[in-house]
């Protein structure tokens, strides 16, 4: 993992790689600039795919189940922008239900959420990263067991330096 698009993570004693937005990190985050928001984000919630994985024990986050019907609206021009939603939806939309596993284990970041502000990012989660490492579109990506063990032993917010 080389670039703008490597990162680490720090949890206790533990240093783990994660992937970041191929655009790297930025202070000012815009819609489709492909970087990683930089701050300090608090973990909202957990969104996992029940048909294929066993929610880790021991998460004390609010979580929940994802369906073939949940997406996430990334139109900034829509009241709901920024927000999870029911396919189909009218505005443009990540899907959740994913067939690459990426959304297979997930937290929502606290990240342009309170308020929402139209254009300045969206869809930003804590996930799962490609085989391959490869950049993500302006999340933070970690390998599985990785992602596991933080929601696992009570993460509860991200900091991503500038």
Same mark, same amino acid.
């Given at each position: 993992?080389?670039?703008?698009?490597?990162?680490?993570?720090?949890?206790?004693?533990?240093?783990?790689?994660?992937?970041?937005?191929?655009?790297?990190?930025?202070?000012?985050?815009?819609?489709?600039?492909?970087?990683?928001?930089?701050?300090?984000?608090?973990?909202?919630?957990?969104?996992?795919?029940?048909?294929?994985?066993?929610?880790?024990?021991?998460?004390?986050?609010?979580? @929940?189940?994802?369906?073939?019907?949940?997406?996430?609206?990334?139109?900034?021009?829509?009241?709901?922008? &920024?927000?999870?939603?029911?396919?189909?939806? @009218?505005?443009? /939309?990540?899907?959740?239900?994913?067939?690459?596993?990426?959304?297979?284990?997930?937290?929502?970041?606290?990240? &342009?959420?309170?308020?929402?502000?139209?254009? &300045?990012?969206?869809?930003?989660?804590? /996930?799962?990263?490609?085989?391959?490492?490869?950049?993500?579109?302006?999340?933070?990506?970690?390998?599985?067991?990785?992602?596991?063990?933080?929601?696992? &032993?009570?993460?509860?917010?991200? @900091?991503?330096?500038?």
């Amino acid at each position: 993992m080389l670039g703008r698009s490597a990162g680490v993570l720090e949890f206790g004693p533990r240093i783990l790689r994660c992937v970041l937005g191929a655009g790297g990190v930025s202070l000012h985050k815009q819609e489709g600039d492909g970087t990683t928001p930089a701050g300090l984000h608090a973990l909202r919630r957990v969104l996992y795919r029940a048909d294929r994985i066993a929610l880790p024990a021991g998460i004390r986050l609010p979580r @929940e189940p994802i369906a073939p019907d949940d997406g996430w609206c990334d139109d900034p021009t829509h009241r709901d922008y &920024n927000r999870q939603v029911r396919l189909p939806h @009218e505005a443009r /939309h990540e899907r959740l239900w994913r067939d690459d596993g990426l959304y297979d284990l997930m937290a929502v970041l606290a990240y &342009n959420d309170d308020p929402v502000q139209r254009g &300045n990012g969206s869809a930003i989660f804590l /996930h799962v990263a490609r085989g391959d490492e490869a950049p993500t579109e302006g999340c933070v990506a970690l390998a599985m067991p990785d992602l596991r063990w933080l929601l696992q &032993n009570g993460m509860q917010a991200i @900091e991503v330096p500038a």
